[in-house]
């Protein structure tokens, strides 16, 4: 068979052919790999010696934009924009003004927004993320107008995420709740880290009651998943949020039936210093719920030893385990009843116990 | 007619070597490809300030159990749950699961560990041999010993699973030294998609690298042969290789040395099974649970995070290594063979069981029988010499190009090794591994296809890989 092949009459002019392509291509994948090497090791030295300028500059120059060359080449711009997002994350006042300042004279943000239109997407999503780190209020109608026009899904959860560093009044936080319903739900992360950045934007401007609002808008609303919801209260834990005590506690009021916004609601309020449903939770038919709950009973609930005590003998592994680490955190009375159930009859109470006590002893 | 017969078999065969040359070559290419077009979009997304900033967060994470199992490690079991306890991670715990050693590896433990006994519940959700005791160290609360019966690695790793107290699980072999980041890259995918399910990072030959304080701080090709050989293997095998087929979602290893894997599912296959191939067999079960069930899942290969692994230096070591590999590989195939060419189980049968059937199974016989063949047509005078010439080159050249592909992505994206001379000798091992290396790797995947309802893992020699930060 193989002579049809080979009395074909260009056959072995082929074969020649490939193989002498194939043993220059490899020659020219490895000059280009040592050119490569040179190339990029000049640019890291040129990019670390540039960031390193722009940031003296920034911090000791009145005027850095007149110190500082014009950037022209990609490794530039992206040595420049790390050293003013991170001097933008440092510092404040009259250093930040210059940073902000410094964007615009070099033209860093037309380079970036025009690479927000470059037709690879993972070079327009980069392009998003180094404009997202600048903060530029500047930069809402531009990433709005991205969106509107933006095919790639990526892209757009990067613009999203982009915007929710800018938000700084009710109208921007419902934009937002707006642009993210349009979108297939992502991931908890992903809206946690967008609403954390919401809160922590309007911390800074004075403006945390807003979300508030917000909250209580979306509390009853059904076209809100309730996903999103339980990612809000997460949020708020991320964020410490101390002014939303009251709201957390109508969230568990109005969720009996959802385990998930339950205990995003229980850890919320206990990292603020608020065990008010703790008792209640350690109650919930979820074993998630209460280990929620266990988790700071310790801190709130050693009036109900027995109820704890019980737990001890839950269907689950976890919250039995935790029963007893709770118990063994609970002072002198608590330890006793430990003991009780480290000698009892149940083996699976007294494991735990006998765990949690090796646990404090250690 | 049986004249007939032998001139007809002896060039379909030719056609057949013919054939299975030009698919082989022309995957791998593809692979290359796929792997340059996903590796430049990682590296691109995962060096931007939005996502170092994300790694770095403290809120960033979910809680993971970091399982060593250990038998007979204890010349390099210190260092290596030393360079564990030093992983940049918010909230984990190291679990070394001590599998019967017989060299004193927990003595070891609890020595430099001050270890005590402690009454832990072990929960038995997957099924391994018995207990002998469990161990907290006093010194590092996160550091926990599991003491067991010997049962080979799956069983180990499996009494990790049921010690453990996190949702998410990373094994990791006990000679292997994870980068500091390595865990955050891989497990904040968990928390980027809810239907990953399993995903591993590269494994990059420890060998020639200088080791201090349970890191790795400077990086060199190993000076033997046989080991700086096996820095292109697997370099190949990770970045063309498990990045292609990551691209074609068809991913059917996750190494044994570095895997981070979501516990429940592990649980809901019932855990590794006690095989040589214990790594590949998981996934496929994972595959195909999830496929049965119609379970919405991802499993992904990382190219970023990174785990040092030793290689083996000397040749009857690499043999016996590659011997188990082909096993384990053709003990997962022959469990898992409902996966083969089944097209309920999409592209992974199609595509990737396929290839492990086609390529690495058959591949060595198809291998051997081109060999073979070369002196018998020449024999009875049937060899067409000019061809035979020209396909030899031609193999050659596509392959080195192969290898030079492989190598190219990792210094494009990665520059790991720095220095011209070793991308120098990278490139010459390109070349070099088709003129001895692979008849012999070839041949030893060629027993191991006869002896594969062998069982037993041997038993590897270690270097200690910590002397003061000298080169291992």
């Known amino acids: 068979m193989l002579e049809i092949l080979t009395q074909s009459p260009h056959f072995y002019d082929y074969v020649t052919a490939a193989v002498l392509l194939l043993g220059a291509f490899n020659v020219a994948e490895i000059l280009f790999l040592l050119w490569n090497k040179a190339r990029v090791e000049r640019s890291d030295l040129k990019r670390q010696n540039l960031k390193r300028l722009a940031s003296t500059a920034l911090i000791t120059a009145t005027d850095p934009a007149a110190l500082l060359p014009r950037p022209a080449a990609e490794e530039e711009f992206a040595a420049y924009s790390e050293a003013i997002a991170s001097v933008l994350d440092s510092f404040e006042g009259e250093i930040t003004i210059k940073a902000v300042q410094l964007i615009s004279d070099l033209g860093i943000d037309e380079h970036y927004r025009r690479l927000a239109r470059h037709r690879v997407w993972y070079k327009r999503g980069n392009a998003i993320d180094i404009l997202s780190s600048f903060k530029l209020k500047s930069n809402k109608e531009f990433f709005l107008a991205v969106f509107r026009s933006e095919t790639s899904l990526d892209v757009r959860y990067r613009i999203i995420y982009g915007l929710s560093r800018l938000t700084r009044e009710h109208a921007d936080i419902r934009a937002l709740a707006r642009l993210l319903s349009g979108l297939p739900y992502l991931t908890a992360k992903y809206t946690e880290d967008i609403f954390y950045n919401i809160i922590t934007a309007l911390k800074a401007a004075g403006n945390e009651a807003e979300f508030g609002i917000f909250m209580r808008e979306i509390l009853h609303d059904k076209t809100v998943l309730n996903l999103v919801k339980r990612d809000c209260l997460t949020a708020c834990y991320a964020a410490s949020c101390e002014r939303g005590r009251g709201l957390l506690k109508e969230y568990y009021a109005a969720f009996p039936d959802e385990p998930e916004i339950l205990i995003a609601a229980v850890k919320a309020l206990a990292r603020i210093g608020d065990f008010s449903v703790t008792a209640d939770a350690l109650k919930n038919q979820d074993w998630r719920v209460r280990l929620a709950a266990l988790k700071h009973a310790h801190l709130c609930c050693m009036d109900m030893l027995p109820e704890i005590t019980a737990m001890l003998r839950d269907p689950s592994y976890h919250v039995r385990l935790n029963a007893a680490l709770a118990l063994a955190k609970g002072g002198d009375r608590c330890r006793v009843a430990l003991r009780e159930a480290a000698a009892g009859p149940d083996a699976f109470a007294a494991s735990a116990a006998a765990y949690a006590l090796g646990q404090e002893d250690a | ?472």
């Open chain 2, 1 to 472: 007619m049986k004249l007939f017969l032998l001139w007809l078999a002896v060039h379909a065969s030719q056609y057949v070597v013919f054939l299975y040359f030009l698919v082989v070559n022309s995957v791998y290419t593809a692979l290359i490809l796929l792997a340059l077009r996903d590796i430049v979009r990682h590296a691109y997304l995962t060096t931007s300030r939005v996502a170092r900033r994300q790694l770095a967060s403290e809120f960033y994470f979910k809680p993971v159990s970091v399982i060593v199992p250990a038998h007979n490690e204890a010349a390099v079991i210190t260092a290596s749950v030393q360079a564990l306890l030093n992983l940049h991670y918010p909230e984990f715990e190291v679990i070394v699961v001590n599998d019967g050693s017989t060299d004193g590896t927990l003595e070891r433990l609890r020595l430099d560990f001050s270890l005590l006994p402690c009454a832990k519940p072990v929960r038995l959700q997957v099924p391994h041999e018995a207990i002998r005791g469990v161990y907290r160290s006093s010194a590092y609360r996160h550091l926990i010993v599991v003491d067991k019966v010997n049962g080979g690695k799956a069983d180990a790793i499996n009494a990790g699973i049921n010690a453990s107290s996190y949702p998410i699980f990373c094994s990791i072999d006990a000679d292997s030294l994870l980068e500091p980041d390595a865990l955050l890259k891989s497990s904040k995918l968990f928390l980027e998609d809810d239907e990953l399910i399993a995903t591993g990072g590269i494994i990059r030959i420890l060998n020639g690298c200088t080791v201090r304080d349970g890191a790795v701080t400077e990086i060199g090709l190993p000076r033997g042969f046989l080991e700086a050989m096996q820095v292109l293997e697997y370099t190949r095998a990770f970045l063309s290789g498990r990045t292609g087929w990551n691209a074609l979602k068809s991913l059917l290893i996750i190494s044994g040395a570095f895997g981070v894997f979501r516990k429940d599912m592990v649980v809901a296959v019932g855990g590794y099974r006690k095989t040589v191939g214990e790594d590949m067999d998981l996934v496929m079960r994972l595959h195909r649970h999830c496929r049965d069930r119609g379970i919405p899942y991802k499993i992904l290969f990382v190219p970023d995070p990174v785990c040092w692994t030793q290689a083996p230096f000397s040749l009857r070591m690499l043999l016996k290594q590659r011997n188990r590999w082909h096993r384990g590989m053709i003990d997962a195939l022959l469990a898992n063979r409902a996966m083969i060419l089944n097209r309920k189980y999409g592209a992974t049968s199609l595509i990737g069981i396929s290839y492990f059937v086609f390529v690495e199974f058959l591949g060595p016989l198809i291998e051997l029988f081109g060999y073979v063949s070369i002196p018998i047509l020449y024999y009875f005078g049937m060899l067409n010499e000019r061809f035979f010439v020209m396909l030899v080159l031609l193999a050659v050249f596509w392959g080195i190009s192969i290898n030079i592909g492989a190598v190219f992505l990792d210094i494009y994206n990665f520059r790991r090794y720095k220095k011209t001379s070793d991308i120098l000798r990278l490139c010459v091992l390109s070349a070099a591994e088709f003129f001895g290396y692979r008849q012999i790797m070839l041949l030893e995947r060629l027993i191991a296809t006869v002896t594969f309802r062998k069982k037993g893992w041997g038993t590897q020699d270690r270097r200690v890989f910590e002397q003061k930060g000298t080169t291992v």
